[in-house]
């Protein structure tokens, strides 16, 4: 039978299905890199607030602790956030001729809460418990950075499943109290530790 093609366009067939398998490829890869980068989880990406609020001036410069605002981070699962009288106890005082404070007079008289933006927001079937990680002796700055020297807060770390995963991993060889909960689970013939176990961290 002849040949319905040229050797030479042959070649040329060949070499571009080459080239485009090469390209897919590199697609693909650039697709997967950027999906895994740092920016793609968010990190160092500041949030709109309802009103202006720096670490830097209030924890860094003031010295405020963290859990004058943050009332609930050593018992409960949520750290907590601060109400509009937590601000204004102060704000009636200081600075309050700034018209950046009206949203807290508004908050105070719906009943006090501000709706806060979060950049650490974790997906609905995770849950994370403050009062565990600080009974365990895990800074806040393990996790969130040096959030006093921060004028806007950011994330610094992924909170993706595998960063906190690397940690308990070590935890369990860790920590003691870590350890002790590990060996009751191995008492009982369960065999994986309790702080890797799915359950741990989603509901
Ligand atoms: C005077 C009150 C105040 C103090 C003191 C304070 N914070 Fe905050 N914190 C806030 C407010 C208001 C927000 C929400 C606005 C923002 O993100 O900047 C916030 C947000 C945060 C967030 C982000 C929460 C999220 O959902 O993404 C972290 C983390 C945090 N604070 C940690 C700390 C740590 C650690 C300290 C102590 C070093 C501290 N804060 C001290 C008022 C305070
Ligand atoms: C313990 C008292 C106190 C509390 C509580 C407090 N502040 Fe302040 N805040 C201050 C003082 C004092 C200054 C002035 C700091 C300076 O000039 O260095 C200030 C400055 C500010 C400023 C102007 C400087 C800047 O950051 O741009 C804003 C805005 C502000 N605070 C918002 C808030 C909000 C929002 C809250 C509640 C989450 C809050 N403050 C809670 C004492 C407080
Ligand atoms: C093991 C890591 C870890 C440690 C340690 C940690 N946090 Fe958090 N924090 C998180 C994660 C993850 C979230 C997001 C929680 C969510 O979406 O349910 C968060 C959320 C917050 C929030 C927003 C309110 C909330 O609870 O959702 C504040 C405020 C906060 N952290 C403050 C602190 C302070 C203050 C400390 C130290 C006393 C601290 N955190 C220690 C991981 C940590
Ligand atoms: C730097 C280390 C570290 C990181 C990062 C970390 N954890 Fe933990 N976590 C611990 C330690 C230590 C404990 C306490 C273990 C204990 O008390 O037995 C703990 C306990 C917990 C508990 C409570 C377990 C229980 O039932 O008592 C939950 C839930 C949890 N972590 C979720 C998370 C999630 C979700 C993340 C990521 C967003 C995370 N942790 C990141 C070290 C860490
Ligand atoms: C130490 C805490 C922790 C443990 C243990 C854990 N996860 Fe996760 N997991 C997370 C966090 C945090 C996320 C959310 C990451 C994000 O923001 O998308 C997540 C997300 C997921 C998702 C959603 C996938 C995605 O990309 O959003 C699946 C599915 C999942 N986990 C399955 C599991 C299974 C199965 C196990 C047990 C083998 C497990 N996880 C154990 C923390 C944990």
């Given at each position: 039978?002849?040949?319905?093609?040229?050797?030479?366009?042959?070649?040329?067939?060949?070499?571009?299905?080459?080239?485009?398998?090469?390209?897919?490829?590199?697609?693909?890869?650039?697709?997967?890199?950027?999906?895994r980068?740092?920016?793609?989880?968010?990190?160092?990406?500041a949030?709109?607030?309802?009103?202006?609020?720096?670490h830097?001036?209030?924890?860094g410069?003031?010295?405020l602790?963290?859990?004058?605002?943050?009332?609930?981070?050593e018992?409960?699962?949520?750290?907590?956030?601060?109400?509009?009288?937590?601000?204004?106890g102060?704000?009636?005082q200081?600075?309050?001729?700034?018209?950046q404070?009206?949203?807290?007079?508004?908050?105070?008289?719906?009943?006090g809460?501000?709706a806060?933006?979060?950049?650490?927001?974790?997906?609905?079937?995770?849950?994370?418990?403050?009062?565990?990680?600080?009974?365990?002796?895990?800074?806040?700055?393990?996790?969130?950075?040096?959030?006093?020297?921060?004028?806007?807060?950011?994330?610094?770390?992924?909170?993706?499943?595998?960063?906190c995963?690397?940690?308990?991993?070590?935890?369990?060889?860790?920590?003691?109290?870590?350890r002790?909960?590990?060996?009751?689970?191995?008492?009982?013939?369960?065999?994986?530790?309790?702080?890797t176990?799915?359950?741990?961290?989603?509901?």
């Amino acid at each position: 039978m002849q040949q319905l093609f040229s050797a030479r366009a042959d070649r040329r067939l060949r070499f571009g299905m080459l080239a485009g398998a090469i390209g897919l490829g590199a697609l693909g890869l650039a697709a997967w890199t950027l999906a895994r980068s740092d920016r793609a989880w968010g990190v160092g990406v500041a949030a709109p607030q309802p009103v202006p609020f720096s670490h830097a001036v209030h924890a860094g410069g003031l010295g405020l602790d963290c859990r004058y605002c943050h009332a609930t981070v050593e018992r409960a699962a949520s750290a907590g956030m601060p109400t509009a009288e937590t601000c204004l106890g102060c704000h009636r005082q200081v600075w309050s001729v700034s018209a950046q404070f009206a949203p807290l007079e508004t908050a105070l008289s719906l009943g006090g809460s501000i709706a806060w933006s979060s950049v650490h927001r974790l997906p609905e079937h995770v849950r994370i418990h403050h009062g565990a990680h600080v009974a365990a002796g895990v800074a806040c700055g393990t996790c969130h950075g040096v959030v006093e020297a921060m004028p806007r807060t950011v994330k610094i770390e992924t909170m993706s499943m595998g960063w906190c995963l690397d940690c308990h991993r070590g935890a369990v060889a860790g920590s003691a109290a870590a350890r002790a909960g590990h060996d009751a689970y191995t008492h009982f013939g369960i065999a994986l530790p309790p702080l890797t176990r799915c359950s741990t961290c989603h509901r």
